[in-house]
């Protein structure tokens, strides 16, 4: 039986830039890895509200949106309809929101965004500036405009076939 050498180890600082080889093609890599950090860096800052992923989300829809169905922000958030329930239970229970049966159709609720809710979504918008912010420095408003339209295209031929 033969023995390998040990395999060479290359050397450098942790932050030394890394190759990455052929996930450099693709962009649900990039757009993945930053959004990792983002969110690791948002959740650090907003540990205090206890806030579960798709909850932000949620409740920003809800207040550009009162009386919004349940099942359009499960859409819009992209959950399935039980755990948008499950999400929109704790919302509610945290008193961030409140449902209220429509009238004319007793199986559906409208949801709003409460006083209590609004406050706090407020605070966290402050936190998710500041943390945007700063990973998005280096770009000009030129460039950052630019960013957010290719973005919102290539989300919306997601959609379609």
């Not at 033969?2 to 942790?14: L, Q, R, S, Y």
């Not at 936190?127 to 420095?137: F, G, K, Q, S, Y």
Request: aromatic fraction near 6%; include cysteine; charged fraction near 25%.
């Amino acid at each position: 039986m033969t023995i390998e050498p040990p395999a060479a180890v290359k050397e450098g600082a942790a932050d030394d830039p890394v190759e990455m080889g052929r996930l450099n093609g693709f962009i649900g890599f990039r757009l993945r890895r930053i959004q990792n950090h983002l969110s690791r860096s948002f959740s650090e800052r907003t540990q205090e509200y206890g806030l579960r992923s798709g909850a932000l989300s949620a409740l920003a829809i809800i207040e550009a949106n009162p009386g919004i169905s349940q099942a359009v922000v499960a859409r819009e958030i992209g959950m399935d309809a039980s755990a948008a329930v499950a999400l929109l239970d704790e919302l509610g229970q945290n008193g961030w929101t409140k449902r209220v049966r429509v009238a004319n159709d007793r199986r559906r609720y409208a949801i709003h965004l409460t006083d209590q809710g609004k406050i706090m979504l407020d605070r966290v918008f402050e936190i998710l500036a500041e943390t945007e912010d700063a990973a998005l420095r280096s770009l000009t408003s030129s460039e950052l405009l630019m960013l957010n339209r290719a973005l919102d295209g290539i989300y919306q031929s997601c959609f379609r076939g």
